[in-house]
Every structure is written in C-alpha cells, then in structure tokens.
C-alpha cells in the first residue's frame, strides 16, 4: 500500500512559477513510477508529466515541455513538478499517482495509487 499527499499548489500570476510535492509512505516508494496529472473543472483527467523508478527517464506532455519538470528524491520518498512560465490553462487540481512497471506513462488507469489533490491556479 502506498500513501500519497501532495502539497504545494496555489494561486499565481500568468508567468509565476511553483513546485509541487508528492509525499509518499512506505518503504517501496522506489520501485514505482511517479506521475502528475491535472483535472480542470468539466474536463476529464490528463497526463502531465512521470518518471521512472530510478529518475532515469522522464515523459511530458507537449503543452508542459520545456516549462515543466518531474524529478524524484527516492531518499525522501517524494516526487516534485516544478511549474514554469504558468499559463492561466495551467489551472486545474493536481495529482500524483504511483505505478509499478507501466505499460504506458500516460494512461491513468495504469496507475494504482493516487493522491488527494492539490489546486493550482493561474490568474491572468
């Protein structure tokens, strides 16, 4: 079983930056593939960005390349989404999800554990 918590959304301005965390328990953490995905209201669920187990392999979203980065600290059992050049689009809850061995980074029903949520929003 693993725990999520995510902490670090908020409000910010077009252009802002923030840097999510993802706390997980449990003494596996470093044998899952994290991932972050984004729900803005009457939409459905989207992948934004995952890494692998080790950190050694990341995937993106077209519309977060090259603003947003996935990293992991397998020490502390958490994983980060430092958020870039934020556009009001960006708005949405955030969540992280944990996965042994996907078949696809991408799909969220791989995905076994989710967190409850953290809100990020980007005024213009």
């Known amino acids: 079983q693993v725990q999520l918590v995510e902490s670090g959304g908020g409000l910010v301005q077009a252009g802002g930056s923030l840097r999510l965390s993802c706390a997980a328990s449990?003494?596996?953490?470093?044998?899952?593939?994290m991932g972050w995905f984004r729900q803005a209201p009457g939409k459905e669920r989207e992948f934004v960005a995952a890494?692998?187990?080790?950190?050694?392999?990341?995937y993106y979203v077209d519309s977060v390349k090259g603003r947003f980065t996935i990293s992991r600290d397998n020490a502390k059992n958490t994983v980060y989404l430092q958020m870039n050049s934020l556009r009001p689009e960006d708005t949405a809850v955030y969540y992280c999800?944990?996965?042994?061995?996907?078949?696809?980074?991408?799909?969220?029903?791989?995905?076994?554990?989710w967190g409850q949520g953290t809100q990020v929003t980007v005024s213009s």
């Open positions: 999800a944990a996965v042994l061995a996907p078949f696809s980074y991408e799909i969220k029903w791989e995905y076994d554990y």
């Open positions: 449990g003494r596996t953490f470093s044998r899952y593939a």
């Open positions: 890494i692998n187990y080790n950190g050694g392999s990341t």
